[in-house]
């Protein structure tokens, strides 16, 4: 069973930069699958980015190619996820999740493990 709780969301103008972090908490030491997703009001969850321990490997949505960027703190427990050159279509409620097979796409319906979220709101 693996534990996630994120933080550093907020509420920013068009162009500035957030991180979000997610503290993971798991019983055994095996690899997993990380993932940061994002739900807007009315809209379905949406893959951002995604984590695998194993390999460091990462998958971007094309909608954040090249302005956000995942990584992992391996002593801190903590994945993170830097936002930069926000815009508003970011806005949402953002969760980290997580699963334990070797597969890792944005896709929720692969993640079984899920935080409580935090929201971004980014105004133009």
């Known amino acids: 069973q693996v534990q996630l709780v994120e933080s550093g969301g907020g509420s920013v103008q068009a162009g500035r930069s957030l991180r979000l972090s997610c503290v993971v908490s798991?019983?055994?030491?095996?690899?997993?699958?990380l993932g940061w997703f994002r739900q807007a009001p009315g809209k379905e969850r949406e893959g951002v980015a995604t984590?695998?321990?194993?390999?460091?490997?990462?998958m971007y949505a094309d909608s954040v190619r090249g302005r956000f960027t995942i990584s992992r703190d391996n002593a801190k427990n903590t994945l993170y996820l830097q936002m930069n050159n926000l815009k508003p279509e970011d806005t949402g409620m953002y969760y980290c999740?997580?699963?334990?097979?070797?597969?890792?796409?944005?896709?929720?319906?692969?993640?079984?493990?899920w935080g409580q979220g935090t929201q971004v709101t980014v105004s133009s």
């Open positions: 798991t019983r055994t030491s095996s690899d997993y699958c």
């Open positions: 999740a997580a699963h334990s097979e070797l597969f890792c796409r944005p896709r929720a319906i692969d993640f079984n493990s």
């Open positions: 984590f695998h321990t194993s390999s460091s490997s990462t």
